[in-house]
């Protein structure tokens, strides 16, 4: 599935901007939702509090909607338009709940941890689990190395050279620093490019960075929890701006943890860009790419056509899939 362009307001506003005998129809991008209420931006660029019909099921932040007007400056949405992408996160049971709707990119923050030496620790498997999912949905996966100055040079030059794979593959590595105002014009650029949302895990920078980029907007950095480790986000709701220099940005609440859902085996190797021209070789129609004769991607891995580490990482993730285990999701 190829990805589709949002076309510019002016235009959506001539498709959907139209009178009907029930009244004025307009279109609009959701922006936020609080409970029952959601805020919509109109063609405008004005916030309209309305509501929705419940036959819509969840309408979230970044869907596009056909909006009339009602009482007391309000509006009611009555058409929720096809959404191009739909980012989603499973609940306390398992099921998928929508996060945010219509996102172009997905920026998977993480952090590399100085250790001695010019050694230090990156979650490879964790983004190859966020780059898996964000194929799988179809969103442009971006890969954000943050708290840079964490580092030394060494330790510098190591990432970069531990980090060439993704860039090989054609995703975008942007190493960045709030605290010195690393690589933040690049991001820019990029966030630029569509809708963006932040992914990864707490205590990774993200807040502080969305503060760097957006400094009007009051987004309060949550604390680390000297118990957990983890880091505290004290967003409420999930929200759309606007970037100065062009392109939105969601922020969201728990949106660190997204499914790839109960897929198999042959979407997660397709999943694997660089898989995907070796799937059609194997000698078998159903290889599994672990341990059968004859497998095309098993011999890429041994003659340096593919990234071992990714190699093990894929093996990693059908072997939790087989067992039926939660760890297919970026937790």
Same mark, same amino acid.
């Given at each position: 599935m190829g990805r589709r362009r949002t076309p510019p307001r002016d235009k959506q506003q001539q498709q959907h901007d139209v009178q009907t005998a029930d009244g004025e129809r307009h279109w609009g991008r959701v922006v936020s939702r609080y409970g029952a209420g959601l805020d919509v931006e109109?063609?405008?660029?004005?916030i309209r509090r309305c509501s929705s019909r419940r036959k819509f099921g969840a309408v979230i932040c970044g869907d596009q909607v056909i909006w009339q007007p009602a009482l007391n400056d309000e509006g009611i949405v009555i058409e929720l338009l096809e959404r191009k992408t739909l980012l989603a996160r499973p609940d306390d049971i398992g099921r998928d709940k929508p996060i945010a709707a219509n996102i172009d990119q997905i920026i998977i923050v993480v952090t590399a941890?100085?250790?001695?030496?010019?050694?230090?620790?990156?979650?490879h498997n964790l983004i190859?689990?966020?780059?898996?999912?964000?194929e799988h949905m179809h969103i442009r996966p971006v890969i954000v190395i943050n708290k840079y100055d964490l580092l030394d040079e060494p330790q510098r030059q190591h990432l970069r050279d531990d980090t060439a794979v993704y860039r090989e593959l $054609?995703?975008?590595? =942007?190493?960045?620093?709030?605290?010195? &105002?690393r690589g933040m014009e690049m991001l820019l650029a990029q966030l630029a490019q569509g809708t963006s949302i932040f992914v990864g895990e707490s205590g990774v920078g993200k807040s502080s960075i969305i503060q760097q980029l957006l400094p009007e907007i009051e987004i309060r950095v949550g604390e680390v929890s000297s118990h957990s480790g983890k880091g505290k986000h004290t967003t409420t709701t999930a929200r759309l701006?606007?970037?100065?220099? $062009?392109?939105?940005? =969601?922020?969201?609440?728990?949106?660190? &943890?997204?499914?790839?859902?109960?897929?198999g085996q042959p979407d997660l190797a397709w999943g694997f860009v660089e898989f995907r021209d070796l799937i059609t070789q194997c000698k078998f129609n159903n290889c599994?790419?672990?341990?059968?004769?004859?497998c095309a991607v098993m011999a890429a891995v041994e003659h340096g056509q593919v990234h071992p580490r990714r190699y093990e990482n894929?093996?990693?993730?059908?072997?939790?899939?087989?067992?039926?285990e939660q760890p297919l999701y970026p937790t």
């Open positions: 109109d063609e405008h660029g004005v941890v100085p250790r001695a030496g010019d050694d230090y620790y990156l979650f190859d689990r966020y780059i898996i999912a964000a $054609g995703y975008h590595v =942007i190493e960045t620093s709030a605290k010195i &105002e701006y606007h970037l100065p220099q $062009g392109g939105m940005l =969601i922020d969201s609440p728990g949106v660190r &943890e997204f499914g790839l859902g109960r897929i599994r790419h672990m341990v059968e004769p004859g894929y093996k990693e993730m059908v072997l939790a899939e087989a067992a039926n």
